[in-house]
């Protein structure tokens, strides 16, 4: 794997706070430390841009893409696991860590195509995607509302870390799976351990998705609240 761009600071938008790298996993996980990423220094002043509200209104959302939450590294190490290669296509990526991460570790192959759909968001994951020796291509714009045409789609598989917290999307979200799905493809998802699991698996298999749960290492598990999971869809 190359080693991250030493490269300053690169042209990102200015924000309160400004930017900083962000380890990817703790001292427990040396391989993936060694990994960092552009995201804000204070994610939580992104509450009080003015575009914000509007924002939440139209998504159902807050800026939540970014944290890098815990469930990243343990998300990475799962899909490495389980031998994903190929392309692959990362739904609500935040600051991209997940497929970025993936694909510079894996000697080129998987080829990821990062998305998200806030523009901050966006430039977050080209700064990385850069920082990490992946294509500038690799950072597409989705909307699940209103999701456009993906370059190299549709994709074998498709990952999300922590992507089905709120319930209002999940049927946007599944809409996103059966068209950029490819027959016969998976879908992996990352969840921590809410509440929220047993009902989003309930709508995907009533949108003919099969669809099991298994722990980090790929055992068939039950929904813990408090328990990292990966949600595997089937089309």
């Given amino acids: 794997m190359p080693a991250p761009s030493a490269r300053p600071e690169p ?6 706070g400004g930017w900083e ?11 993936l430390a060694a990994l960092s990423f552009w ?3 204070r994610p939580d002043q992104l509450y009080h841009l003015d575009a914000t509200p509007a924002a939440t209104e139209f998504h159902d959302s807050m800026p939540y893409w970014a944290w890098l939450w815990d469930s990243a590294p343990r998300m990475v190490r799962a899909l490495e696991r389980r031998g994903v290669q190929g392309r692959v296509l990362e739904v609500g990526a935040g600051i991209g860590a997940v497929g970025v991460a993936l694909a510079a570790r894996s000697k080129g ?11 901050l968001s966006i430039a977050a994951m080209r700064a990385n995607a850069a920082r990490h020796h992946q294509s500038a291509d690799s950072v597409q714009t989705l909307d699940w509302r ?5 370059p190299g789609g549709p994709f074998p598989t498709i990952v999300g870390c922590e992507v089905i ?3 209002k999307s999940h049927g946007a979200l599944l809409d996103v799976f059966q068209r950029f799905l490819e027959p016969g493809g998976r879908v992996y998802l990352a969840d921590p351990g809410r509440d929220r699991v047993p009902q989003f698996l309930k709508r995907a298999r009533s949108r003919g ?19 990292f999971r990966i949600l595997v869809l089937r089309a």
């Avoid at 790298?21 to 391989?31: I, M, N, R, T, V």
């Avoid at 192959?109 to 523009?119: F, L």
């Avoid at 209103?146 to 993906?150: D, H, I, S, T």
């Fill in 109 to 119: 192959r998987v080829q990821a195509t990062v998305t998200d759909y806030d523009p």
């Fill in 165 to 167: 917290y709120d319930p």
């Fill in 39 to 41: 995201g804000p220094a």
């Fill in 209 to 227: 998705f099969s669809t099991t749960l298994e722990s980090a290492d790929g055992q068939i598990a039950e929904p813990v609240r408090g328990a």
């Fill in 11 to 16: 042209d990102l938008p200015p924000i309160e």
């Fill in 146 to 150: 209103a999701p456009a045409e993906l």
């Fill in 21 to 31: 790298l962000h380890a990817l996993a703790g001292s427990e996980d040396p391989e």
